[in-house]
Protein backbone atom coordinates (compact mmCIF):
# COMPACT_ATOMS: atom_id res chain seq x y z
CA UNK A 1 0.00 0.00 0.00
CA UNK A 2 1.37 3.29 -1.00
CA UNK A 3 0.41 5.89 1.89
CA UNK A 4 1.81 8.71 -0.25
CA UNK A 5 -0.45 11.44 -1.06
CA UNK A 6 -1.69 12.40 -4.68
CA UNK A 7 -2.33 15.92 -5.61
CA UNK A 8 -6.22 16.75 -5.99
CA UNK A 9 -6.07 16.73 -9.87
CA UNK A 10 -5.62 12.56 -9.83
CA UNK A 11 -8.70 10.76 -9.01
CA UNK A 12 -7.48 7.81 -6.42
CA UNK A 13 -9.28 5.42 -4.35
CA UNK A 14 -7.20 4.69 -1.74
CA UNK A 15 -9.64 1.77 -0.64
CA UNK A 16 -9.03 0.06 -4.24
CA UNK A 17 -6.32 1.04 -4.92
CA UNK A 18 -6.87 2.33 -8.45
CA UNK A 19 -7.73 5.09 -10.41
CA UNK A 20 -11.37 5.58 -11.56
CA UNK A 21 -11.40 9.08 -12.96
CA UNK A 22 -13.35 7.25 -15.93
CA UNK A 23 -16.29 6.10 -13.71
CA UNK A 24 -16.91 9.31 -12.12
CA UNK A 25 -20.14 11.18 -13.23
CA UNK A 26 -18.75 14.31 -13.25
CA UNK A 27 -15.37 15.86 -14.89
CA UNK A 28 -12.28 15.52 -12.67
CA UNK A 29 -9.75 17.37 -14.61
CA UNK A 30 -8.40 20.81 -14.28
CA UNK A 31 -10.39 22.04 -17.09
CA UNK A 32 -13.56 20.38 -16.53
CA UNK A 33 -16.57 22.64 -15.79
CA UNK A 34 -16.92 24.10 -12.73
CA UNK A 35 -19.28 22.32 -10.28
CA UNK A 36 -21.72 24.77 -8.74
CA UNK A 37 -24.65 24.61 -6.38
CA UNK A 38 -28.23 25.06 -7.93
CA UNK A 39 -30.03 28.01 -6.17
CA UNK A 40 -33.10 25.66 -4.67
CA UNK A 41 -34.23 28.45 -2.14
CA UNK A 42 -36.40 30.68 -4.73
CA UNK A 43 -37.59 26.75 -5.63
CA UNK A 44 -38.55 25.98 -1.94
CA UNK A 45 -40.33 29.43 -0.92
CA UNK A 46 -42.38 29.02 -3.91
CA UNK A 47 -43.56 25.66 -3.19
CA UNK A 48 -43.83 26.32 0.47
CA UNK A 49 -46.36 28.88 -0.22
CA UNK A 50 -47.80 26.75 -2.67
CA UNK A 51 -48.11 23.48 -0.09
CA UNK A 52 -49.40 26.22 2.65
CA UNK A 53 -51.88 27.79 0.63
CA UNK A 54 -53.49 23.63 -0.36
CA UNK A 55 -53.24 22.89 3.30
CA UNK A 56 -54.89 26.01 4.53
CA UNK A 57 -57.73 25.48 1.45
CA UNK A 58 -58.25 22.36 2.55
CA UNK A 59 -58.37 22.99 6.24
CA UNK A 60 -61.25 25.18 5.84
CA UNK A 61 -63.13 22.44 3.34
CA UNK A 62 -62.45 19.93 6.17
CA UNK A 63 -63.77 22.68 9.15
CA UNK A 64 -66.58 23.49 7.06
CA UNK A 65 -67.99 20.05 6.54
CA UNK A 66 -67.59 19.06 10.25
CA UNK A 67 -69.23 22.62 11.23
CA UNK A 68 -72.12 21.73 8.88
CA UNK A 69 -71.66 17.77 10.35
CA UNK A 70 -71.97 19.00 13.94
CA UNK A 71 -75.24 21.26 13.31
CA UNK A 72 -76.74 18.45 11.67
CA UNK A 73 -76.09 16.53 14.95
CA UNK A 74 -77.01 19.63 17.24
CA UNK A 75 -80.67 19.20 14.82
CA UNK A 76 -81.09 15.51 15.43
CA UNK A 77 -80.47 16.17 19.32
CA UNK A 78 -83.16 18.52 19.44
CA UNK A 79 -85.59 16.47 17.33
CA UNK A 80 -84.57 12.84 19.23
CA UNK A 81 -85.32 13.96 22.14
CA UNK A 82 -87.77 15.40 22.00
CA UNK A 83 -91.54 14.08 22.64
CA UNK A 84 -93.84 12.43 19.92
CA UNK A 85 -96.86 10.03 20.01
CA UNK A 86 -96.11 8.78 16.16
CA UNK A 87 -93.64 6.69 14.40
CA UNK A 88 -92.23 9.46 11.38
CA UNK A 89 -92.61 8.47 8.09
CA UNK A 90 -89.07 8.74 5.98
CA UNK A 91 -89.50 11.65 3.27
CA UNK A 92 -92.14 13.67 5.42
CA UNK A 93 -91.64 17.13 7.31
CA UNK A 94 -92.27 17.23 10.41
CA UNK A 95 -93.14 20.33 12.98
CA UNK A 96 -90.96 20.97 16.12
CA UNK A 97 -92.99 22.85 19.14
CA UNK A 98 -92.61 23.90 22.79
CA UNK A 99 -95.09 23.79 25.32
CA UNK A 100 -95.97 25.79 28.57
CA UNK A 101 -93.53 23.67 30.06
CA UNK A 102 -90.51 23.96 27.76
CA UNK A 103 -90.96 20.99 26.73
CA UNK A 104 -90.16 20.38 23.39
CA UNK A 105 -92.65 17.98 20.99
CA UNK A 106 -93.38 17.21 17.59
CA UNK A 107 -96.14 17.18 15.86
CA UNK A 108 -97.69 17.53 12.08
CA UNK A 109 -99.33 20.25 12.32
CA UNK A 110 -98.19 23.16 10.21
CA UNK A 111 -97.34 26.58 12.20
CA UNK A 112 -99.91 28.28 10.28
CA UNK A 113 -102.34 26.28 11.13
CA UNK A 114 -102.09 26.43 15.20
CA UNK A 115 -101.25 28.55 18.12
CA UNK A 116 -98.26 26.48 19.38
CA UNK A 117 -94.81 28.19 20.42
CA UNK A 118 -93.01 27.01 17.02
CA UNK A 119 -89.43 26.23 17.58
CA UNK A 120 -88.36 24.23 13.57
CA UNK A 121 -89.57 22.50 10.75
CA UNK A 122 -87.68 18.74 10.20
CA UNK A 123 -87.77 16.71 6.94
CA UNK A 124 -86.76 12.89 7.80
CA UNK A 125 -84.19 12.05 5.26
CA UNK A 126 -83.88 8.70 4.19
CA UNK A 127 -80.69 7.82 6.43
CA UNK A 128 -82.85 8.57 9.60
CA UNK A 129 -80.87 11.97 9.85
CA UNK A 130 -83.44 15.29 10.17
CA UNK A 131 -82.31 18.13 8.21
CA UNK A 132 -83.69 21.66 9.04
CA UNK A 133 -86.08 23.42 6.58
Same mark, same amino acid.
Given at each position: ??? @???????????????????? !??????????????????? #?????? &??? %?????? !????????????? *??????? *????????????????? &??????? @?????????? %? @???????????? %????? #????
Amino acid at each position: MNN @EKKPDNVVFESETQSYNASL !KAYGTNVGAPAITAIDSIS #WKNKNI &HKV %NKQIQT !KYAELKKEYDKMM *LQYEYNQ *LVYNAKFSFEPITGETY &HLYRNKK @EELFMSIINP %N @ECNFDFVASFYL %NADQI #WEKI
